[in-house]
């Protein structure tokens, strides 16, 4: 196991170099010119063109491209065109902000999702599966940013049972996080817990049909022994499979949501650089949003060769 997890860090670094090169690459086709942001509208082309010296947005591509790379290697994402600070100090400070939103939304997302998947297994063909089946086909059918819209409205604005945007640092007052941070978790994980629901309650009825599930109903064992002990450890192995993409999805959802709810998060800042062309902020979120990302893929494949002993990695 540890050489497999040594080869997977290794496969880390070609994919993080392929996606800041697609990243700065993109940069370089998006219309519009970052200097005419940083000097203002009211800017002389002269001004404007002394910008882009400045910015070294004059230098030809590959220069560009080589300046990034190098500094890089230092651990340098470069600086914000618009806020004059390391891209590497934005992002982190506001990191963990979509990370406790996403993990939120996580936790919402695998709970009521297989819960309500083995429900609906265990009560297949009934009101109670037609009626968790029909909720999870809702949920799939609703874009995230027209929930939260809806949501604002009905719970915020005509109930004022929660804040209709904002956000307070859990460690000054855990009760005020919960509230401000509970509207955008729905909003993103009624999407995925939808989807979670549908593929929890398949995977429990091919699990319930094995020779062993019989056996164990054969030697009268409990229902809730031969659920709990024998099929909910196999139904475990696809969702952990998807446990990855999901929190992607919940990541890259949320730059829509943490705009709706006005949420200070790494969404929220790459979508305003990206409307006032702030390329270093984008490249540099982009890059260490995928390192998360690689990292979360790596954890998520050790749990499932733990759940799943017939599973082998050479090196073991």
Known sequence: MIAYVIRRLLYVIPVLFIVSLISFSLMQLVPGDPAV?????????DEVERVREQLGLNEPFY?????????????????????????????????????SIALYALVLTLVFGIVLGIIAALRQNTWVDQAVMTAALIGVSLPNFWLGLILIVVFAVHLGWLPSGGYVDFREDPWAWLRATTLP??????????????????????????????????????????????????VMIPVITVIGIIFSL??????????IFSIPGVGSLLGSAILRRDYPVIQGGLLLVATMLLLLNLLVDVLYAYFDPRVRYDGD
């Open 185 to 234: 978790a729905i909003s993103l994980a009624m999407l995925q817990m939808g989807l979670l629901a549908r593929i929890t309650r398949s995977t429990m009825l091919e699990v319930l049909r094995q020779d062993y599930i019989r056996t164990a109903r054969a030697k009268g064992l409990p229902e809730h022994v031969v659920v709990g002990k024998h099929a909910l450890k196999n």
């Open 63 to 99: 220069i560009q491209l080589l300046s990034w790379y190098g500094n890089l290697l230092q651990g340098d994402l470069g600086t914000s065109f618009l806020l004059g600070r390391p891209v590497v100090e934005v992002t982190v400070e506001r990191l963990p902000v979509s990370l």
């Open 37 to 45: 942001v940083v000097a203002g509208l009211s800017a002389t082309p």
């Open 250 to 259: 919940l990541l890259s959802g949320s730059v829509v949501i943490e705009t």
